[in-house]
């Protein structure tokens, strides 16, 4: 089948973005390159996870002390490996792994980027055939140029990232990344093994008509969560509702949706877990980033995301993201119970 030449690539588009920027180096665009090359190849075992000896357990636990996935390892390894040996990064830190890692040589030392990531999201769910996929964010480094980059460099506010995305694997495989000028997703081609242009200059629609929560929890939430939640449920036709709840469990699949559709996503602190469990790092900060370049807003519960100074690599938060008017009911919600 014959490609629409219209149709930008992945690289053709980072390059045509460099054209607007003559003193660009092009670290960025190699680097935003890189993760895609990392992508296809984890989108090849995760379509074969149910063929091969790779699903289940790894046998360790991660610094998070969850139980490690083999895929989740294969995908940690795949994205080291290609961020190592490009020219555009200079240490990454990982979900998977206690600490950074710096890629101390000439070339990478010269690299103006370190990267984060969730290497492979909601793998718990993979054995049902539920989308999972990779959360990554860029950020420049505060360290001297020319000299390895430091833990520093890596507990930045969000609102330092240069960059941030996601690759969900699902019917069909697709990257969203964001920067100051605007969010672009793109889908791939399997029969050429490109990523194309999709969905140009994605907006997230000012309000939509879905809530994302694990309403399990609910009665370990904080009072103006569940007074939140309770008005989802009893909107009518008056005032926009009511809300359908849509909640997958693989956070990519669920703000994904969202963003393109309209809602909010929610994960709260809990009694028992009352820092929250999401990442700041990993998750809350990418896809906080990327919501906000596209219209939309998160917080978590008191200050936006993208404010909060991270003070350990492995932090833990509380995450509420979407839709802006509907970041506003939220808010009016807990604003009025914290009185």
């Given amino acids: 089948m014959a490609t629409n030449r219209n149709i930008l690539t992945l690289d053709e588009f980072t390059i045509q973005e460099m054209r607007v920027f003559p003193q660009a180096t092009g670290q960025l665009a190699g680097l935003l390159r890189d993760i895609g090359l990392a992508g296809k190849r984890i989108n090849v075992e995760v379509n074969r996870a149910g063929l091969v000896d790779i699903l289940g357990d790894?046998?360790?636990?991660n610094v998070q002390g969850e139980e490690v996935k083999k895929l989740d390892i294969f995908a940690n390894n795949q994205l080291m490996g290609v961020l190592r040996h490009g020219i555009s990064c200079a240490g990454i830190g990982s979900e998977e792994l206690d600490d950074i890692v710096?890629?101390?040589d000439e070339i990478s030392n010269k690299s103006k980027y370190i990267c984060l990531f969730d290497p492979l999201d909601g793998s718990s769910n993979i054995d049902v055939n539920v989308s999972i996929g990779t959360i990554f964010s860029v950020y420049r480094r505060v360290s001297e140029l020319g000299k390895p980059a430091t833990k520093e460099d890596f507990l930045q506010p969000g609102n330092k990232q240069v960059a941030?995305?996601?690759?969900?694997?699902?019917s069909s495989t697709m990257l969203v990344y964001a920067t100051k000028r605007g969010v672009n997703g793109f889908t791939l081609d399997q029969s050429i093994g490109e990523y194309l242009l999709s969905h140009p200059n994605?907006?997230?629609?000012p309000i939509g008509k879905m809530y994302s929560v694990n309403h399990g929890n609910f009665f370990v939430f904080e009072q103006g969560v569940k007074e939140y939640i309770t008005a989802c449920q009893k909107k009518d036709a008056t005032n926009g509702g009511p809300y359908t709840q849509r909640y997958i469990g693989s956070m990519v699949s669920d703000v994904h949706?969202?963003?393109i559709?309209?809602?909010i996503f929610l994960y709260p602190t809990t009694t028992?877990?009352?820092k929250g469990k999401l990442?700041?790092?990993?998750e809350c900060n990418p896809f906080a980033y990327i919501v906000e370049k596209a219209g939309g807003r998160a917080t978590n519960g008191f200050i936006n995301i993208l404010d909060v100074i991270p003070i350990e690599l492995h932090e833990r938060s509380a995450l509420y993201i979407g839709s802006m008017k509907m970041m506003d009911e939220l808010e009016g919600h807990m604003n009025t119970t914290k009185k």
């Fill in 58 to 61: 790894e046998g360790s636990t």
């Fill in 102 to 104: 710096v890629f101390d």
């Fill in 164 to 170: 941030a995305g996601y690759i969900v694997y699902g």
């Fill in 202 to 205: 994605i907006k997230c629609p």
């Fill in 257 to 259: 949706r969202n963003l």
């Fill in 261 to 263: 559709r309209g809602g």
């Fill in 272 to 274: 028992l877990k009352p």
């Fill in 279 to 282: 990442r700041l790092l990993y």
